[in-house]
């Protein structure tokens, strides 16, 4: 699946931190694809101000491809779905959604 870099931000901070000795060991493996690397780094310029992650955006969008594991699919859908259910998901959410549930 192909994700821009607010994508990854994202999916990284709505990916649960707690659940089975498994299940974690999975969402690591998930959180470290989603990661950036020197090269991502030093493109985007990545850095934080105050609580706001900022990055520049290069022309065209810097887009990776990760391919989550089944059991890491399934825990973003029923994590996006429960924000769904309680009205939590922004606008932000919508690509995401549209690529995990539709």
């Given amino acids: 699946m192909k994700l821009s870099v607010l994508e990854r931000v994202l999916l990284s901070n709505i990916l649960p931190a707690k659940g089975s000795f498994s299940n974690l060991k999975l969402l690591r493996v998930a959180r470290e694809d989603l990661s950036f690397d020197d090269k ?3 493109i985007l310029n990545i850095r934080q101000e105050g609580q706001q992650v900022l990055w520049n955006e290069p022309k065209p969008p810097l887009m990776k491809t990760i391919n989550f ?21 922004s606008a932000d959410f919508l690509t995401i ?5 539709t």
């Fill in 40 to 42: 991502e780094n030093k």
């Fill in 69 to 89: 594991g089944e059991v890491a699919t399934e825990i973003i859908k029923k994590t996006l779905r429960e924000m769904d259910k309680k009205e939590e998901l």
């Fill in 97 to 101: 959604y549209e690529k995990f549930i």
